[in-house]
Each structure stands twice: as structure tokens, then as C-alpha cells.
């Protein structure tokens, strides 16, 4: 079985992601915002990155970590647990990614679907 490494996910730089963009919106008023949003901005709230200011943070995310991993131990050195980086097949598979994601947000099913889920 194929996990997310969570040590390779906290010490992550996330290169691998799309910087984030702009997406413009008109304001009642006929003003125009900017919000830029991506996934670069919201993978890196328990990263090392964005805790590192805070060695106490960081070191307590980092324990919790490793304490999940000794959770799994027998079953990771008896390889029924294969921890695997989810960066090096984002940076391979960017631009596949990219299009299966905007034919996903343009299918009607979807579409339906989301609207059909309560608030």
C-alpha cells in the first residue's frame, strides 16, 4: 500500500506546485479585486517552511510526525506500508494534472453534483 510521506510532506519546499494567480472579480460597486489563490499558498500551512520562525511549532509538528510513522513501523520495514513523496510525481504530472482538473471544473455532472451538496 502506497502512503503520502509525511516527513518528505513537511520538508517539502513545494516547488513542484503553480505559483498562485490572480483571479480577477467585479465588486458591486464596479471596482474590480484581485485574490490571488493557488495551491502553493494553502500546502504549506504545517509545512517546515511557514513553521520554521517557530522552532517550538516546528518541533512539535515534527514529533507528531514521527510519532504516526513508529504507529506503522512493523508494517513499513515488512513492506506492506510504502511511504512515497507526492512531489516528484506532482512535478512530473504537472501538465496532465493541470488539464484533467479544467475538464473536471467544466463537466456538468460535477457541476450538478456540487450544487446539489447542502451549504
Known amino acids: 500500500m502506497l502512503l503520502l510521506d509525511p516527513l518528505a510532506n513537511f ?6 506546485l503553480p505559483p ?22 494553502w500546502s504549506r500551512a504545517d509545512a517546515y517552511e511557514s513553521l520554521r520562525e517557530d ?10 510526525i514521527v510519532d504516526n510513522l513508529y504507529a506503522l513501523e512493523g508494517s513499513i520495514r515488512e513492506g506492506v ?4 513523496s507526492q512531489w516528484p510525481v506532482l512535478a512530473q504530472r504537472r501538465v496532465q494534472l493541470g488539464s484533467a482538473v479544467r475538464h473536471d471544473v467544466g463537466w456538468k455532472e460535477l457541476q450538478d ?7
Open 11 to 16: 520538508f517539502d519546499d513545494r516547488s513542484a
Open 20 to 41: 498562485a494567480r490572480g483571479i480577477r472579480y467585479r465588486r458591486r460597486d464596479g471596482m474590480d479585486n484581485v485574490v490571488h489563490s493557488g495551491p502553493e499558498l
Open 55 to 64: 522552532p517550538k511549532s516546528a518541533a512539535a509538528r515534527f514529533a507528531r
Open 81 to 84: 506500508v510504502v511511504l512515497r
Open 113 to 119: 453534483f456540487i450544487a446539489s451538496v447542502p451549504p
